[in-house]
């Protein structure tokens, strides 16, 4: 029988851990999709992309997943303007104020 304080045990710990952050970014999901009224977001994997609903479901506002403008998927939660095109994905105003603002 092995006893309990088999070696190795330590040793592994190091990798565990990047096992389970790397776990939990799988579980969350690799990309964003947000609601454009209030912010709510959610996170999807590719394969599951059909599963996102349309409808928040706070405000039931719509959920945008894509770029309007080229289609791009969103990698992030806080971007507010498309990676790809540049195109505005959503109201900067909901971070607390207008990125840029005009005049002044
Ligand atoms: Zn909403
Ligand atoms: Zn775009």
């Known amino acids: 029988m092995p006893s ?3 070696p190795g ?12 952050q790397e776990e939990r970014r799988q579980t969350l999901g690799d990309w ?12 999807y994997f590719e394969e599951s992309e059909p599963e996102v609903p349309r409808a928040c479901p706070q ?3 719509e959920v945008r997943r894509r770029c309007p403008a080229c289609d791009a998927r969103f ?3 806080f971007q507010v303007e498309c ?3 540049g195109a505005p ?3 900067a105003e909901l971070f607390g104020g207008p990125i840029r603002k005009p005049g002044r």
Not at 9 to 20: D, F, H, K
Not at 32 to 43: E, I, N
């Open 4 to 6: 309990a304080n088999e």
């Open 9 to 20: 045990t330590t040793r592994r710990r190091a990798p565990r851990r990047n096992w389970i």
């Open 32 to 43: 964003v999709a947000f609601c454009v009224s209030c912010g709510h977001t959610l996170r």
């Open 59 to 61: 405000c039931r506002a």
């Open 75 to 77: 990698p992030s939660a």
């Open 83 to 85: 990676e790809e095109c």
């Open 89 to 91: 994905v959503r109201e």
